[in-house]
T-cell receptor, first 121, second 107 residues
């Protein structure tokens, strides 16, 4: 059974940093691209970052480029999201998700339960 | 950035009725479009990918159609568990984008 378990969310002050983790199990982690998607309260999903299966390619929207860094440790089947210079508008539930195909970075067939990040003073 | 516009924002229907949801892209995404269902407090669930292919375990009452800029998700006969919010997502261009959602509510 595929499982994705996020951790690391919490309350952080504007300008602060947080590192999210996503522990994966039930599939060959190193064979699939992974992604982070966030959802602010009452809003639709927003794609935040993606990483190829090998970790050699990463992708970001302009809203987080230069502030967020996605990475993975295939030996530990774990995905990470380092978030720096956090802003109030980064407040959201953050989901990690697995790409459906071995190649390509979307769509996503398995999602974690999400971890809440709140940026507030 | 490709903008996905979903309509209607809210669809009020009764169980057993047919639901037709629309997703329009600001430029062509070919067939690189997926549909997700989301219920309160849950993560999105993949329903349809590549515009018309059902994901594993998705009932046949869900179908997708379209290509280019206009896409449709059809639920042939609504079951009680289908009342939820539905989102489309494109993977044709970076950044990947989602639509604003259509809420299917019980009439």
């Amino acid at each position: 059974e595929v499982q994705l378990l996020e951790s690391g969310g919490g309350l952080v002050q504007p300008g602060g940093s947080l590192r999210l983790s996503c522990a994966a199990s039930g599939f060959t982690f190193s064979s699939y691209a992974m992604t982070w998607v966030r959802q602010a309260p009452g809003k639709g999903p927003e794609w935040v970052s993606a990483i190829s299966a090998s970790g050699g390619s990463t992708y970001y929207p302009d809203s987080v480029k230069g502030r967020f860094t996605i990475s993975r440790d295939n030996s530990k089947s774990t995905l990470y999201l380092q978030m720096d210079s956090l802003r109030a508008e980064d407040t959201a539930v953050y989901y990690c998700a697995k790409a459906l195909f071995g190649t390509g970075t979307a769509p996503y067939d398995y999602w974690g339960q999400g971890t809440l990040v709140t940026v507030s003073s | 950035e490709i903008v996905l516009t979903q309509s209607p924002a809210i669809l009020s229907l009764s169980p057993g009725e047919r639901a037709t949801l629309s997703c329009r892209a600001s430029q062509s995404v070919s067939s690189n479009l997926a549909w997700y269902q989301q219920k309160p407090g849950q993560a999105p669930r993949l329903l349809i990918y590549d515009a018309s292919k059902r994901a594993t375990g998705i009932p046949a009452r869900f179908s997708g159609s379209g290509s280019g800029t206009d896409f449709t998700l059809t639920i042939s006969s609504l079951e009680p568990e289908d009342f939820a919010v539905y989102y489309c997502q494109q993977r044709s261009n970076w950044p990947l984008t989602f639509g604003g959602g259509t809420k299917v509510e019980i009439k």
